[in-house]
């Protein structure tokens, strides 16, 4: 079995996870790990006609919120081993 090609994927994921009544709706675009934090812009169905919002974060931990939201049976875009592959460099 062979693993997802990243290389063609270029520098950066798009992860769209799907919200619930009480959670927005997120759209991620995550950059490739680099000194051990992942850098993320991600707009939400609140802040979509805006720029978004850029920020710095440990794989795991984003590995995690995405885990939680499949769980909590909301839609992820990617599949598990996509994430986790691209999130591990």
Same mark, same amino acid.
């Given at each position: 079995?062979?693993?997802?090609?990243?290389?063609?994927?270029?520098?950066?994921?798009?992860?769209?996870?799907?919200?619930?009544?009480?959670?927005?709706?997120?759209?991620?675009?995550?950059?490739?790990?680099?000194?051990? *934090?992942?850098?993320?812009?991600?707009?939400?169905?609140?802040?979509?006609?805006?720029?978004?919002?850029?920020?710095?974060?440990?794989?795991?931990?984003?590995?995690?919120?995405?885990?939680?939201?499949?769980?909590?049976?909301?839609?992820?875009?990617?599949?598990?081993?996509? *994430?986790?592959?691209?999130?591990?460099?």
């Amino acid at each position: 079995m062979t693993g997802p090609d990243l290389a063609g994927l270029g520098e950066f994921l798009t992860i769209r996870v799907g919200g619930s009544a009480t959670v927005p709706e997120r759209l991620l675009l995550v950059g490739r790990p680099h000194d051990g *934090v992942v850098r993320v812009h991600e707009w939400t169905t609140t802040t979509m006609n805006s720029v978004g919002e850029d920020y710095e974060i440990a794989p795991n931990e984003l590995l995690i919120q995405i885990e939680e939201a499949l769980a909590a049976q909301r839609r992820v875009s990617e599949e598990m081993y996509k *994430v986790q592959m691209w999130l591990r460099g």
